[in-house]
């Protein structure tokens, strides 16, 4: 599996010649990193007297964080393996129409999953934002710069992770269902860049800088 490797190996095999893992599985990379400085924040606040009353907050928060790290590290594998059906697909046999028609529906079949896998990395990343916001909010004032880089991260794997959705897409034959997230695509890219851009201004200004 890819998480299994050292860092130094992972960027090895993403520095390669093969494509992949490539741009999805580094989305959902980035969201693990997001969902690991998530936890980390918010374990660095938990048991301090100054935040005592979020407590309770920060402790659902880190274990929130934690799952989602768990997810994220599981669609780095996911969507490699997602890539490679689709291309095993396109090397059916294709002599007759009956290998033409089952060739062409297992592409299709592959294809949606190659899209779906992204679109839940990016609805995972979208939804850790909004978490990283009450870290950034409610956590440990000397760790807030380290909240603002998961934020950074988890807005990189939603649109990452669409920028796959939407390759796959096009080539869907299911024009309601491509439609259909298409427009989800378009909907969680503009409020993730909006959420970012908003709690960065305010740290900015916050910070005075």
Do not use: W
């Amino acid at each position: 599996m890819l998480v299994d490797l050292t860092v130094d190996k992972f960027m090895s095999k993403v520095s390669g010649s093969e494509p992949a893992p490539g741009g999805g599985s580094i989305a959902a990379l980035n969201g693990a990193i997001a969902a690991a400085l998530t936890a980390m924040v918010a374990g660095l606040t938990i048991g301090k007297k100054n935040y005592a009353e979020h407590e309770e907050l920060m402790e659902r928060v880190r274990g929130l964080a934690l799952i989602q790290q768990g997810e994220f590290l599981q669609n780095v594998d996911r969507d490699a393996e997602a890539y490679y059906q689709v291309f095993a697909c396109y090397k059916m046999p294709k002599a007759t129409d009956e290998e033409k028609e089952l060739r062409s529906k297992a592409i299709q079949e592959a294809t949606r999953y190659a899209a779906l896998v992204p679109m839940q990395v990016a609805r995972n990343a979208f939804e850790l934002m909004t978490i990283i916001n009450d870290v950034a909010r409610y956590g440990n004032k000397n760790a807030v710069t380290d909240a603002c880089v998961a934020m950074m991260s988890a807005r990189t794997a939603v649109l990452g992770a669409l920028m796959n959705v939407r390759i796959n897409l096009g080539s869907l034959d299911d024009k309601p269902f491509a439609e259909q997230l298409f427009d989800e695509a378009d909907m969680l890219e503009l409020n993730a860049c909006k959420m970012e851009q908003e709690l960065m201004d305010t740290v900015k200004q916050q910070l005075g800088v």
